[in-house]
């Protein structure tokens, strides 16, 4: 299980960085500078990830679609950890008090992913 959640955290992280540098790597040649300027604020994780898809699919592929989607990713890779551990605790362990306490904290980042 440390291995899995090492492997999860670790993949997360470097995706996230990726996309992130990518992002800010194409912003730089194209403008000559690191700066992007646009506000993320008022919006929760999925009405981003809704907006930047719509951006996407009407061919409005920019810097800033890899530095969000670096974003999203960052955000999402605690999520996949403890999805991973309900995971691991109900079908390997088959320990239902750590299913249901991690259940539980599923439960509240999902809550909080739909929060502003």
Do not use: C, Q
């Not at 646009?38 to 930047?52: D, K």
């Not at 969000?68 to 079908?91: C, D, E, K, Q, W």
């Not at 991690?102 to 502003?116: D, E, M, P």
Request: overall charge positive.
């Amino acid at each position: 299980m440390d291995a899995l959640v090492g492997y999860v955290l670790l993949s997360g992280v470097l995706l996230s960085m990726a996309l992130v540098a990518a992002g800010l790597i194409w912003e730089w040649a194209d403008t000559g500078s690191l700066a992007l300027h646009y506000r993320l604020g008022g919006m929760n994780l999925f009405e981003l990830v809704v907006a930047e898809i719509r951006l996407a699919g009407h061919d409005a592929i920019r810097p800033r679609l890899l530095v969000n989607f670096g974003i999203v990713v960052l955000m999402l890779t605690p999520f996949v950890r403890v999805l991973a551990s309900v995971a691991y605790f109900a079908a390997f362990l088959k320990n239902w008090k750590y299913t249901l306490f991690t259940a539980f904290v599923l439960a509240v980042l999902t809550y909080s992913l739909f929060l502003r």
